[in-house]
């Protein structure tokens, strides 16, 4: 394809039709086309496309129709709408279903529902960009600038549609999702490792310092199934004798000074000092925050995720312990929406921290559930109905809470906040015994 297949005189004829509300949705559709390209003149844009050959007059005809201006598809481009439909079903799409989706969000909202999201979202976005009148498009672009929303990380905005009481937009994102999973599903990906791919000899060699921990098969996920509790988990210790420098291709290279960092948020207060105390034992670099709000959490999170000092560890350990749902953690905030679990983790995979692809990241929450009826609102999974009913309705084969991701151990445990109640000081058993199995090799 080269530029006069697209002469100059369409992109200007195009551009002098359209207003700032339709020049901002195009700019938000060709966000991926070209990231780095920084500019504010939708003409030059679509120029830089042409050159790079990523723009043809197919593309330009889904541009227009995505931003609903079929006049100009007759009048300057000579084709119909349904012509355009035709080549869209059967052809590769220009623009990928995550920018259609938010499109179609932005275009059935009201300002006063965009000005509510951007007072909700103020925990998240710093103050000084939350302008009362952005648009729904501009606030997503900050979102995904602080990677908390994504093609594959939308509860976020579902949280925030829920406050709002737009639950057909939460239907709406529902419906894209389980697509998105039929496509995965049917395409059948395999996730290859690239660090594994490149390193066909990963190791778990115990460190050069008495970490009490010396050999542990690592948990596969190439097929991307990250692991949960209750799953079978093979493992061997070798707790004493020399250690073969002959290893599998399934094991992970456990050598750095430290292992890593061993993130630590309680929220509760009554577990940190005795999870610091194992963990650096164990040779990880701890880092402990208590009581922190949502804010603030995320905050902590986003700092933690962009340290270089990844970079130089073999491994990653998250712990949080907090009051919450199932599905997310309330912080100390008590706003029941919570805090996603799912972004929590995502802050960590190798899209979000490519220092860690390739390394084992283990992640152990103590959640102590308040009872929905004790809630400000609902979970969202209780929209139409109990659990069971939605999945039954939307045709989803399991119930997805955490995505398939690679290098991930999670392990959650969930108990009612009344076992906090009554014990307000107490440490929690889960963690406890955890820690005692860290520090007792000869009790695994």
């Known amino acids: 394809m080269t530029r006069c297949q697209v002469p100059a005189v369409i992109i200007y004829q195009i551009q002098q039709e359209l207003d700032k509300e339709e020049e901002?949705?195009?700019?938000?559709?060709?966000?991926?086309?070209?990231?780095?390209?920084?500019?504010?003149?939708?003409?030059?844009?679509?120029?830089?496309?042409?050159e790079r050959e990523k723009l043809s007059f197919l593309g330009?005809?889904?541009?227009?129709?995505?931003?609903?201006?079929?006049?100009?598809?007759?009048?300057?481009?000579?084709?119909?709408?349904?012509i355009?439909?035709?080549?869209?079903?059967?052809?590769?799409?220009?623009?990928?279903?995550?920018?259609?989706?938010?499109?179609?969000?932005?275009?059935?909202?009201?300002?006063?529902?965009?000005n509510s999201l951007i007072f909700l979202l103020g925990d998240y976005i710093p103050r000084m960009k939350?302008?009362?009148?952005?648009?729904?498009?501009?606030?997503?672009?900050?979102?995904?600038?602080?990677n908390l929303v994504s093609p594959n990380q939308l509860d976020l905005i579902e949280n925030c549609f829920k406050n709002i009481h737009r639950i057909d937009l939460i239907r709406t994102i529902q419906k894209y999702k389980h697509e998105a999973l039929m496509s995965c599903i049917h395409s059948q990906?395999?996730?290859?490792n690239?660090?594994?791919?490149?390193?066909?000899?990963?190791?778990?060699?115990?460190?050069?310092?008495?970490?009490?921990?010396?050999?542990?098969?690592?948990?596969k996920s190439q097929n991307g199934q990250s692991l949960t509790v209750g799953e079978p988990v093979r493992m061997s210790i070798q707790e004493s004798g020399l250690v073969s420098h002959k290893v599998s291709d399934d094991q992970y290279r456990m050598q750095s000074q430290p292992l890593g960092i061993c993130l630590i948020i309680d929220c509760i207060g009554n577990d940190t000092d005795a999870l610091e105390e194992t963990f650096r034992g164990l040779g990880y670099d701890v880092h402990c925050h208590r009581y922190l709000n949502m804010n603030t959490m995320n905050q902590t999170l986003l700092e933690v995720a962009r340290l270089q000092k990844h970079r130089n560890c073999d491994s990653f350990i998250c712990i949080l312990v907090s009051r919450g749902s199932p599905q997310s953690i309330f912080c100390t905030d008590h706003t029941f929406s919570g805090f996603p679990l799912e972004q929590i983790k995502k802050y960590f995979t190798a899209d979000s921290c490519?220092?860690?692809?390739?390394?084992?990241?283990?992640?152990?929450?103590?959640?102590?559930?308040?009872?929905?009826?004790?809630q400000e609102c609902a979970s969202l999974l209780e929209i139409d109905g109990n659990d069971e009913k939605i999945i039954a309705h939307a045709e989803i084969p399991w119930k997805v809470t955490?995505?398939?991701?690679?290098?991930?151990?999670?392990?959650q445990c969930k108990v009612n906040v009344s076992t906090l109640e009554e014990s307000p000081s107490s440490s929690s058993y889960y963690l406890r015994c955890l820690t005692e199995l860290l520090r007792s090799p000869h009790k695994r």
């Open 24 to 50: 901002e949705v195009m700019f938000f559709l060709c966000r991926d086309l070209a990231p780095d390209l920084a500019t504010d003149d939708l003409r030059e844009l679509l120029l830089a496309l042409i």
């Open 60 to 82: 330009l005809s889904e541009l227009l129709y995505r931003v609903k201006r079929f006049d100009l598809l007759r009048r300057i481009l000579k084709t119909e709408k349904s």
């Open 84 to 114: 355009v439909e035709a080549n869209l079903a059967r052809s590769t799409r220009l623009i990928p279903d995550y920018r259609v989706l938010m499109v179609e969000i932005n275009e059935n909202l009201e300002k006063e529902e965009v």
């Open 130 to 146: 939350m302008a009362k009148h952005k648009s729904f498009l501009a606030l997503v672009i900050d979102l995904e600038k602080l």
């Open 189 to 192: 990906p395999v996730y290859v």
């Open 194 to 219: 690239a660090l594994q791919a490149s390193l066909p000899n990963l190791t778990l060699i115990d460190p050069p310092f008495n970490s009490g921990i010396q050999n542990m098969n690592k948990a």
């Open 354 to 374: 490519p220092d860690l692809l390739g390394k084992p990241k283990l992640f152990f929450i103590q959640s102590y559930i308040v009872p929905e009826n004790d």
């Open 402 to 411: 955490i995505p398939q991701v690679a290098d991930i151990f999670w392990s």
